[in-house]
Nanobody
Framework: VQLQASGGGLVRAGGSLRLSCVAS????????MAWYRQAPGKQREYVAT???????YYADFVKGRFTISRDNAKNTVYLQMNSVKPEDTATYYC????????????????WGQGTLVTVSS
């Protein structure tokens, strides 16, 4: 299973950016899909999650600004980032919880390689 994240780049404070992450490989079902981020010199932190049924959860610092969504037919998760701030500068990683077969034992976490978002003031 591979996750390919894209959409990062340089954006001015107050601007918008949309990240995408496509999962490929042997996937039987994808349960949750999520975004995390890691700023320089800091630990990786949770950003948002979307369940297979479409329920969404957010870290407090992005509520009202970021929106997570998914396209199950395309095995893709998105992160719409609005009203970005310089403190949103980080490498953003996608994460999925998925099974590669009908067996519950095949349930695993997978991580993408990250996409860098830089917000200028």
């Amino acid at each position: 299973v591979q996750l390919q994240a894209s959409g990062g780049g340089l954006v001015r404070a107050g601007g918008s950016l949309r990240l995408s992450c496509v999962a490929s490989g042997t996937l039987y079902v994808i349960n949750s899909m999520a975004w995390y981020r890691q700023a320089p010199g800091k630990q990786r932190e949770y950003v948002a999650t979307i369940t297979r049924g479409g329920n969404t959860y957010y870290a407090d610092f992005v509520k009202g600004r970021f929106t997570i969504s998914r396209d199950n037919a395309k095995n893709t998760v998105y992160l719409q980032m609005n009203s970005v701030k310089p403190e949103d500068t980080a490498t953003y990683y996608c994460n999925i919880e998925a099974r590669s077969s009908p067996s519950l034992e095949s349930l695993q976490d997978y991580w993408g390689q990250g996409t860098l978002v830089t917000v200028s003031s």
